[in-house]
């Protein structure tokens, strides 16, 4: 996993003049699955089709395993394509269709015959060598279309968001079909999505892109749990992101509360962000009527403060249960705080809300004023 | 299939009994009938005569030479114009919209470029070359089926081009195919569709056309197309002007059948790869 396979140097690249990709560089490793994700527009289509040879960058270079191929056509290059819907040769049987690449290669009929029965099986599609590309289901079409890909031996396979136009069941299906596939090939996948469920099932790393810039490199664990700006917390799963005050190391002002965290090194009295996933969140309801100051009231404070010294109240507003879990809103000082709790809280109770001082995410606001506009355009 | 609704197909229907089955019908009982109402194959055997088979042995030839220009000028005009950007969209519309103009208008004015002392011999004069012959020959109908027709085997090929997701395109390319093995085993078969309806509505026509050769042959180049139309308004033969038509169907029903076939044999496997 050490070795760098593709480089992209400073790629640049602008249609119409509306900058899709400024200034990007990015490696990726040999046997990666590597996930390029980020809401539409950011710039991710536009790489992978950079990498393909679809799309020519204005400045920067692509090198791909020791060697520069920005300026190769898509047909000299190892990698391979499986495009959004499928693209399939909808004039050519199924057999005719995965063969496509390895007549033009001039392989013998043996081999082509033997490799078509390989990917077939390869993708659960044995027997379907005869059958006409219409005549397949959405995830049997693309099943194929991986298929037709990797009999081409690439040593990078290239996914364009391919499993958009599947159902919600089928596509959880494929995305362990998938993974299955990259253990066994042993080959580089670079995928591309909006959808960060896919993203973070399947990926070794992924690189989380907004208007054309990279916002954060790394595990999905990485990502989901230590999110380096608003947009990606706000991207990555659903997440409270207010602003605080970082008082000192460890401590952290918002909503008028101090609260213990784990962060260090921001300074003293900086502004900061905070993130709080909602399944952080941790509720208590107050009896009814119980009067602050009361022992039943006192009981439930210390309860919360157990978990932090810091705490806020709030009165449920909103309730939907969603199967594994509740989603509420509690409404606190004016801010809507978003809460998954597996334990029922209804509409209307009083609350004390808090959380794990492990559990606070702090970050830097945005330096500049543009990188503000940025995140908050899309929040 | 569903039922269908008896009167909202009734115009539809009266309309095609009117224009399209009984006419057929009417040219079935005129060209198998003497003028006394006897059964007789006569009319067909009409065809026979030398000058009429010339006439048919011409049309066939020069239809099937408009339809294959045709398909030569047409396929790549397509091509530019499904790529185009709409900015250049628009220019190569104002180069397209003759095409569209009246048919009859577009004859009239090539018969005025071609005559004796037409615009183009008028310029040679000019110039002081040799006049040509050009009005009234072979080449003067060719040239005139192929402009007239050139629209009807753009649009079928130009709409394929167009349903093809580019990604197809790409998805050959990145399978190793250089451009032109991309355009004969993916882009051409694709369209095949748009080029076998093109093919049709070119060669059909241009078989039976009477309107181009009156104007650019003159009564000098005969088509099949005008020796049925003399039956019809100069001898007042109708029998045998129906028998003739019998004969010309015979034609057009063995092409398209011939297309069906090319059309369906695509469908069933990579015919062209």
Wanted: aromatic share 10%.
């Amino acid at each position: 996993m050490s070795n760098k396979l593709i480089d992209l140097q400073h790629i640049t690249k602008s249609f119409d003049g509306t900058m899709v990709l400024d200034d990007l560089c990015l490696y990726i490793r040999e046997n990666e699955f590597l996930t390029l994700l980020g809401p539409s527009g950011c710039g991710k289509t536009t790489t992978l089709r950079i990498l393909g040879g679809f799309e020519h960058p204005d400045s920067g270079r692509v090198i791909f395993d020791g060697a520069d191929i920005t300026d190769l056509s898509p047909n000299k290059r190892q990698l391979n394509t499986v495009f959004q819907k499928y693209a399939l040769f909808s004039h050519m049987n199924i057999a005719d269709n995965i063969a496509f690449g390895l007549k033009i290669r001039k392989k013998s009929k043996e081999y082509i015959d033997d490799k078509i029965k390989y990917a077939l099986k390869l993708v659960n599609l044995e027997g379907f060598e005869t059958r006409m590309p219409d005549s397949l289901s959405g995830g049997q079409q693309q099943r194929i279309a991986i298929a037709r890909a990797i009999v081409n031996e690439p040593k990078v396979l290239l996914l364009d968001e391919p499993l958009g136009a599947l159902d919600l069941k089928l596509r959880q299906d494929m995305q362990y079909e998938l993974i299955r596939l990259k253990n066994e090939l042993g080959i580089t996948f670079i995928y591309v999505t909006h959808d960060q469920e896919e993203a973070l099932t399947m990926s070794d790393t992924i690189v989380v892109m907004n208007q054309g810039y990279i916002q954060q490199i790394g595990t999905p664990e990485d990502i989901y749990n230590e999110p380096q700006n608003a947009f990606v917390a706000d991207f990555i799963g659903d997440s409270n992101i207010l602003p605080g005050i970082m008082i000192k190391d460890q401590l952290v002002e918002f909503m008028g509360a101090r609260f213990a965290c784990v962060d260090t090194g921001f300074g003293t009295n900086k502004p900061v962000d905070v993130v709080i996933r909602p399944e952080d969140l941790k509720l208590f309801a107050l009896p009814e009527g119980a009067e602050k100051g009361s022992e039943a009231y006192q009981s439930c404070v210390s309860k919360a403060e157990a978990l932090n010294p810091g705490y806020l109240t709030g009165v449920v507003s909103h309730l939907i249960f969603k199967g594994v879990h509740y989603e509420m809103e509690v409404q606190s000082g004016g801010f809507e705080w978003l809460v998954h709790s597996t334990r029922l809280f209804a509409v209307g109770t009083k609350v004390l809300m808090s959380v794990d001082p492990f559990n606070i995410q702090i970050m830097n606001k945005p330096e500049s004023e543009d990188e503000q506009a940025v995140a908050l355009e899309d929040m | 299939m569903k039922k269908h609704n008896g009167l909202i197909n009734g115009p539809y229907l009266v309309w095609t009994a009117a224009f399209i089955v009984i006419p057929l019908l009417l040219i079935f009982y005129y060209g198998l009938t003497d003028k006394s109402g006897h059964f007789t194959l006569s009319n067909i055997a009409e065809m026979g005569t030398p000058e009429r088979m010339k006439a048919l042995w011409l049309s066939l030839i020069l239809s099937l030479l408009a339809t294959f220009i045709c398909l030569l000028m047409a396929y790549p005009l397509a091509m530019i114009l499904a790529k185009m950007k709409t900015a250049m969209g628009f220019i190569v519309t104002i180069f397209i919209i003759p095409m569209w103009m009246n048919s009859l208008l577009r004859i009239l004015a090539w018969q005025t470029l071609l005559e004796r002392n037409g615009v183009i011999n008028q310029f040679l004069r000019m110039a002081h070359l040799p006049e040509q012959h050009l009005i009234n020959t072979p080449y003067a109908i060719g040239l005139g089926m192929i402009y007239d027709f050139l629209p009807f085997m753009l649009l079928p090929i130009y709409n394929s081009l167009l349903k093809i997701d580019s990604n197809v395109i790409n998805a050959a390319y990145d399978l190793g195919a250089n451009r032109w093995q991309t355009f004969w085993k993916v882009t051409f078969p694709l369209t095949l569709p748009g080029v076998i309806s093109g093919i049709t509505m070119v060669f059909v026509p241009a078989l039976t056309t009477f309107v181009i050769s009156d104007f650019l042959g003159g009564s000098k180049v005969l088509l099949i197309g005008n020796v049925i139309e003399q039956q019809f308004t100069q001898v007042g033969n109708w029998n045998v002007g129906s028998g003739l038509s019998l004969v010309l169907m015979v034609f057009i029903l063995i092409s398209m059948a011939l297309m069906n076939h090319f059309d369906k044999s695509d469908e069933g496997a990579a015919g062209i790869l």
